[in-house]
T-cell receptor
Framework: DTGVSQDPRHKITKRGQNVTFRCDPI?????LYWYRQTLGQGPEFLTY????????KSRLLSDRFSAERPKGSFSTLEIQRTEQGDSAMYLC???????????FGSGTQLSVL | AQSVTQLGSHVSVSEGALVLLRCNYS??????LFWYVQYPNQGLQLLLK??????LVKGINGFEAEFKKSETSFHLTKPSAHMSDAAEYFC????????????FGTGTRLTIIP
């Protein structure tokens, strides 16, 4: 059990650029979640997957955001045409099944200049 | 809709003193309640979880929380603070019974005074 891994740890980009983050969940975890945490706030739910199926998306996830989990293993979160308001910590979490313990990664810190 | 309010964004206690972190929730259905801890440069870790049954829940590292429906509260306590308890603590609620769509509070930063 190597834990939930997120890459990169930090990303600095210019406004208008596209960015992509990767999350590797714990092996055999079927569920994968994305959250966003801004300074001084708690994490906010963005979306989650059951295997490769994206089951729910928050209204926070605008059309510029897209998440995939093509083979039911790792997941990517892409933000197109980044805005300064996208600056946040993006957290990934996984669990074996619904109701089981949630394991969080250390997050990807995005700064949009 | 569900929501969580954490009273006090910063709490300082002396080493060995009682730790009390407050959490009040709002939920339209019987809630599932969580406390998570976040150490610097680490991911959130589950401290404890209330689902149904016994209202006093014991977690890791000597922490416990009591679900009080009449007060819509789920306060976190530890009898004796340790330096290693310094971290940020988040209360969260779920109406689904699972881990989907957790709603987190804004967090309480706990500082331990030597």
């Amino acid at each position: 059990d190597t834990g939930v891994s997120q890459d990169p740890r930090h990303k600095i980009t210019k406004r208008g650029q596209n960015v992509t983050f990767r999350c590797d969940p714990i092996s055999e975890h079927n569920r994968l979640y994305w959250y966003r945490q801004t300074l001084g706030q708690g994490p906010e739910f963005l979306t989650y997957f059951q295997n490769e199926a994206q089951l729910e998306k928050s209204r926070l996830l605008s059309d510029r955001f897209s998440a995939e989990r093509p083979k039911g293993s790792f997941s990517t979160l892409e933000i197109q045409r980044t805005e300064q308001g996208d600056s946040a910590m993006y957290l990934c979490a996984s669990s074996y099944r619904t109701g089981s313990k949630l394991f969080f990664g250390s997050g990807t810190q995005l700064s949009v200049l | 809709a569900q929501s969580v309010t954490q009273l006090g964004s910063h709490v300082s206690v002396s080493e060995g003193a009682l730790v009390l972190l407050r959490c009040n929730y709002s939920s339209s259905v019987p809630p599932y309640l969580f406390w998570y801890v976040q150490y610097p440069n680490q991911g959130l870790q589950l401290l404890l979880k209330y689902t149904t049954g016994a209202t006093l829940v014991k977690g890791i590292n000597g922490f416990e929380a009591e679900f009080k429906k009449s007060e819509t509260s789920f306060h976190l306590t530890k009898p004796s603070a340790h330096m290693s308890d310094a971290a940020e603590y988040f209360c969260a609620v779920s109406e689904s019974g699972g881990n989907e769509k957790l709603t987190f509070g804004t967090g309480t930063r706990l500082t331990i005074i030597p």
